[in-house]
């Protein structure tokens, strides 16, 4: 029996170039890295582990080699930087965490001379700070007044909120987008179990496409 959620139809039939993937580690998404894309990191069970104290100037990496792939993702000359919802009064303590696993996202990150971004929203040394609001629109006000237009946008999020969030802001903006809704603190704590849209898009290769196509994408998806 096919059962499938009309608002997620919904939302899929505005996603014009988009792909979904779920994965459990960092090491999955390295070989999207092209020249002129743009890696996008959230930081909380993305990069800092939930082990990490919430107050705390030092951190634990969800994953041990985390730092070694995003200093790699920089050497190739690619623009990697944090998409967080953190609040803007966390800037600092934000900063000396991830100094203490060994990541700067300076080396790479855009630069701008702009400070506007909306609302309660600071970008700092490679790190947008979304301040609890929605990250997409955020996102592409940020590209639009640094006039950045990357060939594709990579998102590593474990919230799928965010990743759906970002799809359509990136689909308004027609730009190029791949999500990946990453599990790796799930594994950890053997609280994993497969989202199944995801993994079905992920094993069969597919490309969510607009119109048409979509529905039957989607549909195939929820298979009971």
């Known amino acids: 029996m096919i059962k499938y959620s009309a608002l997620f139809i919904l939302f899929f039939l505005s996603i014009a170039n988009a792909k979904f993937y779920e994965v459990t580690s960092i090491d999955e998404i390295m070989s999207f890295a092209t020249p002129n894309s743009i890696f996008l990191f959230d930081l909380d069970r993305t990069i800092i582990a939930d082990s990490s104290s919430f107050t705390s100037l030092t951190a634990e990496p969800v994953e041990s080699q985390t730092a070694q792939r995003i200093a790699e993702l ?22 000396s965490q991830l100094k203490s696993l060994g990541i700067d996202f300076t080396k790479s990150s855009p630069k701008t001379d702009v400070t506007d ?108």
């Open 74 to 95: 920089q050497a190739k000359g690619i623009h990697v930087l944090a998409l967080s919802r953190r609040k803007s009064n966390e800037v600092e303590r934000t900063i």
């Open 117 to 224: 971004f909306g609302p309660a929203v600071t970008y700092k040394d490679g790190i947008l700070f979304a301040s609890r609001q929605s990250k997409g629109p955020i996102l592409a006000t940020f590209l639009e007044k640094i006039n950045l237009k990357p060939s594709n946008i990579i998102l590593l999020d474990d919230q799928w909120f965010n990743i759906e969030s970002v799809g359509e802001s990136m689909a308004i903006a027609k730009l190029s987008y791949d999500g990946f809704y990453y599990r790796a603190e799930d594994v950890h704590a053997n609280t994993f179990s497969a989202f199944r849209p995801i993994q079905e898009v992920l094993e069969k290769d597919m490309v969510i496409e607009p119109h048409t196509n979509v529905i039957l994408t989607c549909a195939a998806l929820f298979n009971e």
